[in-house]
């Protein structure tokens, strides 16, 4: 039975909490239904700093450096773009093995407004050095991907959503080389992550004949596998629930450039503005034009196929 993205990634912490009494976690104020049994449980590995992100890094750094294998955790923005440069020094700056834990990936908070939407929180951290990038899609990747953040040294950023998604993984899958073909073809391809690889596979079923690759690891992207899988394509697009500037677009076509692969590209992304809108997810979706029918005619236009 599919759960709660969220949850299921505090699932994951609760069982190494369980085992690992070295493993720390922290919240700033912000809670969730999976957070709450680890403070009831294991009250001796749960702090609550209060709403003060930036301490929170600072804090957790210095447990880290004690030896603590530690999680943080708060709503996207705030764990990233307003801790920016404690993340980068603290912890960046010493390769430290703290998990950054952040809910709300792109337009999951779409009802509360710009504050809340995380539409560049992966660009920004993707220019940290020495900090991983990862991105949930389902419930199943979602517990996977909090087992990495345990076993894997260094500093780590996850972005997690929190609702019921469709489940696109089997619970034996492999999450260690940070791709995925959900859909295989070797001539029309779309990179995609997150969120909007649900997308992507509405669209790719009604176009045929195109595949989706979930790139649920962003940084480092797997560069060999990435450049497998393009090498004969002939049209290449990326789909992203975030801003153009430094996201998956610029990554995916450094790659494609790096390598000499000679194909058509299109970006897909949301307009490099400030956001000033609030509603619902399918509202916002269809306002930047990342919805489902926006996207198959930007594709279908593209391809020359209408």
């Known amino acids: 039975m599919t759960v709660d993205m969220r949850d299921a990634f505090f699932n994951g912490i609760y069982d190494v909490v369980k085992e690992d009494k070295n493993v720390v976690v922290l ?6 239904f999976g957070l709450s049994k680890i403070e009831n449980d294991f009250p001796d590995q749960f702090l609550n700093v209060g709403i003060s992100e ?3 890094i600072s804090v957790a750094a210095g447990l880290a450096k004690c030896g603590k294998i530690v999680y943080v955790y708060s709503i996207n923005n705030f764990i990233s773009m307003r801790s920016l440069e ?3 020094i603290d912890l ?4 430290l093995h703290v998990n950054l834990v952040g809910v709300g990936a792109g337009f999951t908070y779409s009802t509360d407004g710009p504050t809340h939407q995380g ?3 992966m660009q920004a951290m993707s220019t940290l050095p020495g900090l991983s990038v990862y991105n949930v899609t389902d419930d199943v990747n979602s517990y996977k991907l909090s087992k990495i953040a345990y076993e894997t040294k260094g500093p780590k950023y996850f972005r ?3 609702g019921i998604s469709n489940r696109l993984y089997n619970p034996e899958e492999d999450f260690s080389d940070g791709v995925h073909e959900v859909l295989e073809s070797k001539e029309n391809l779309i990179f995609t992550t997150g969120h909007m690889v649900h997308t992507a596979l509405d669209v790719s079923h009604k176009i045929g004949n195109i595949g989706v690759v979930d790139l649920y690891r962003v940084k480092p992207l797997n560069e060999e596998k990435i450049v497998n899988i393009s090498k004969n394509a002939k049209n290449i697009i990326t789909l ?4 153009y500037s430094g996201g998956l677009c610029e990554k995916v076509s450094f790659l494609l450039l790096k390598n000499k692969i000679n194909c058509n590209f299109l970006p897909i992304a949301v307009e490099d503005k400030p956001c000033f809108y609030y509603g619902s997810r399918e509202m916002l979706h269809k306002k930047y034009k990342i919805d489902s029918d926006s996207v198959y005619n930007k594709i279908m236009s593209f391809m020359g196929e209408k």
């Not at 992203?240 to 801003?243: A, K, P």
């Open 27 to 32: 919240t700033a104020d912000h809670g969730a």
């Open 54 to 56: 930036q301490n929170m």
């Open 86 to 88: 404690q993340v980068n």
């Open 92 to 95: 960046c700056g010493m390769n």
């Open 119 to 121: 539409m560049q929180d």
């Open 160 to 162: 997690i959503e929190k």
């Open 240 to 243: 992203e629930e975030g801003t």
